[in-house]
Structure formats: structure tokens, C-alpha cells
């Protein structure tokens, strides 16, 4: 007897021919048999992965955790810890390789990208390499698919970088920083340029920047073979929205926008063949009557592309999302993200947790993603540093 990820027990009768069961019956059997035959090896550890949370580290604590989670319990439990940086924004994964990527900040503002090989066995990092962004407080990194250059987004620099990828997981020193010019009208957060997200599209042919401070989405040409961007166009989306992150549906040609000051998400039909967004919608995620102070932070997509999630800062919220066909979103529930100021959010890949890093009160707290797409509170986990990124290990 064995449980499917819903929680149903299933039973199975052995000897039985698969012709003989219901269409309902035999799919169980195909798709849980490896389920029954590891209760019967008795194997361990088998429903566990491995989770990285970055930190705005505390005196003397840890910038860097990495955890098991346990995917029967939706538990998780502290491995290991490092401390390279103050401050660890975010993180890209070379799952080929097992070679981890970070963004983050040494003491005042420095930027740093710092590279690591990763041992899957012990959840294990060894430090290979660090270079300068040259830009201050880098809050975001990706890659481009074959992991040749990083692209990073200097928050406090105005700027963006591109530093290329050596075989073995060394970075190379900057081969490119762009700086940003302009403003908005949200005094203070827009009164200069704040790239907050830099990413290359589906196609790979451009890398995408949100830019908080001037409300303008950047498209720059890849040049792969200099590890080099061209400014290719700008476009303006409403003053005071704060674009923060993007994200592009797996599935479907729909791209994502969460917006920091204005409490929205925008939906974009996306054209990689003339490189832009065509605004398909804008909606709030804060419930309607809330005249509170809340920023959002991040937006996620679930594994089945059928929902999306984005968290607000001050509501103290998570919002969910059902996405239409079309790509729209309809609302469906906010729930208490169990801490204060929810910052970065990750679905598990199999796609039945949520984890939440709760950077006001120091916690990961974990969700039950139902069918439905709502989720429900299931663990907590205490840190001594303040979590502001987290992403599963494949």
C-alpha cells in the first residue's frame, strides 16, 4: 500500500494484467508502481531535494543556506551554510554541471557574482571563483541557456553587466556594463534608474530588462560570440508601476510582470520576431479595499502553467492566480504568507509545494499547493538571517 501525492492510498493486486483494470486503474498502476516498488526496497531519501535560500545575513550568521526538503512532509531542515557575502540576492543553477551561480553584496553596496560547484550527495558547495559586477547591490542574475555569460542587475549601480562563463564554472571578469539614465515619478525609489531584473527571452536572441527606477522594459540583442548587448528598444509601461520581475509562461508565447510600487501584475502577449510586449492586461494584487503600504516582490508560475503566484510586501500575502487561455489571470484567493514582508517564492518541481521566504520575520515557510492551485500553510522553518531568494536545486 502506497500514498499518490494527493494523499490516496492505493492498492495494488499483484499478478493483475493491466487489460483487466479500468483506464483510471491502470494509469495508477503506471504511473505509482515505481512509488510501491521503492516501499518494498525500503530505500531512503529517495522524496528528498535540496532547496538554496539566500540571505541578507545577520552579525556573524550565514548569507547562504542550503536545505533538504522533504517532499512527503513539505518539511525542511538545514544541510549546510556559507558566508561569502553579506548579502546573497539571487541565484541561477547550472543543473548539467552542478555549478550554482550568485549575486549579492560585500559589506557596503560592493557587487559581487560569485561562482560554486555543488555536491548533490552532501548539499555541498565549493567556492570556484568571484568577480565584481561593477555595479552596487546586484539583485538578480540569469544565464543564457548554455551557460556562457551571466547577466546581472545592479540595483544601486544603475547599471547591468555581462560576464562571461569559463568551462569548470569560473567567471570571467565583466565584458560588458550598460548604464541606465532616467527617472519616475515615485519620489525616492524612482528618482534614478534601479534595474531589478535582467533575463534572456525564449528565443535567445534578446535579454530583457525591468528597470524599477525609470519604468521602462529594455530589449537588448545578444551578441553570443563577444558576450556583448545592443541596445535594441525601450518600452514604457504606467509612471509609478516599478517593474520588478518578469517571467514567461513554459507553455505558452505570455510573459508576466509584477510591479513593485503599483501593486500589479501585467500580462503580455510576447513577439520575440519583432521583440516586444502587447499589454493584454493589468491587475492588482492587493484586495480590493486595502489602503495599506505593501510593495510586491515576486512572481512564480506553477509547474503545470496553470496558476500564477506573486507576493506582497506589507499585505503580507500571497495572491493566486488561474490563468485563462488567453493568458489573463483571474484572482482566486490571498493567503497569509505566516510571516512578514514575503520577498521570494519557489514551486517545487514536482508542483505540490509552495515555499515562501519571509524576509521580516527570518523564516521559509512552506504550502500545500492543492488541485485547485490554492495553497495551504504546512511548515515553517526558523533562520537566522533574513531570506530574500529561493530556488530548488534540480
Known sequence: MVKDPNGTKLEFVYGKDLRDLSGKAA???????YA??????GKEDDNTMNVFIGCVASEGAPSIYVSRFDEDLGKLSVMQSYSELSKSAYVTMDSKHNLIYVVGMEGAGTGFAVSYAYDPGTASLRLISKQATLG????YVSADPSFTMLFAANYGGETISVLPLKPGGSIDSVSRCIFH?????VIGPQNTSHPHCILPDPSNRFAIVADLGTDLIYFYRIDHVNHDLALERTQPIAPGSGPRHLIFHHAMSFAYMINELSSTIIVYKY??????LKDLQTISTLPEGFNGVSKCADIQLSQCGNFVYGTNRGHDSIVVYKVNGDGTLVYLEHVSSGGEKPRSIAVSPDGRFLL???????????FAIHPSGKLE?????????????????P
Do not use: Y
Request: aromatic share 6%.
Open 27 to 33: 494509469s495508477n498502476l503506471v504511473n505509482w508502481s
Open 36 to 41: 510501491a516498488c521503492k516501499d518494498f526496497l
Open 136 to 139: 552596487a547591490n546586484p539583485n
Open 181 to 185: 539614465e532616467g527617472s519616475s515619478i
Open 271 to 276: 513577439d520575440a520576431s519583432v521583440c516586444a
Open 356 to 366: 515562501a521566504t519571509n524576509e521580516g520575520s527570518n523564516q521559509v515557510v512552506t
Open 377 to 393: 500553510l504546512a511548515e515553517r522553518l526558523d533562520l537566522q538571517s533574513a531570506p530574500i531568494c529561493i530556488k530548488f536545486i
